[in-house]
């Protein structure tokens, strides 16, 4: 078998990378944001994809942490999927519904760090 590790921590920096991207394109107000955003949230989408086949044939290398966690991976998915929805509202000019989203997932998400960006997002749309 081929050594899959360093591929691995490829995207595991990758993976970090992008959700910095992410936050600066906020920040920076990089127009269209939520089209950036989006576009960044579908890489990074991507390289999960990459990353839990890597994991399902080389589980040693998931790491350790709770953010690693099987938990965390489906708080991630579930987050992503929302906040894909929220932006496609935002781009349509509905801001309102986009909340909507947004509260939503915080009365489902099990992970307190998503539920600390999506008040973000938030209180960034009212």
């Known amino acids: 078998m081929t050594n899959l590790k360093p591929l691995h921590q490829l995207l595991r920096v990758a993976s970090h990378l992008l959700d910095q991207a992410a ?12 089209e950036n955003i989006e576009g960044i949230g579908r890489a990074l989408l991507e390289v999960m994809e990459v990353q839990r086949k890597i994991f399902a044939v080389r589980p040693e290398l998931r790491p350790k942490t709770l953010a690693a966690s099987d938990r965390e991976a489906d708080a991630n998915k579930l987050f992503t999927q929302f906040m894909l929805e929220a932006l496609e509202l935002e781009d349509t000019g509905n801001t309102v519904a986009a909340v909507e989203r947004y ?7 099990p992970s307190y760090h998503h539920r600390e960006i999506a008040r973000a997002e938030i209180r960034r749309l009212t």
Do not use: K, M, N
Request: proline share 5%; charged share 25%; net charge negative.
């Open 103 to 109: 509260t939503r997932f915080i009365g489902i998400s």
């Open 23 to 34: 936050t600066e394109v906020r920040d920076a107000q990089l127009e269209p944001i939520a």
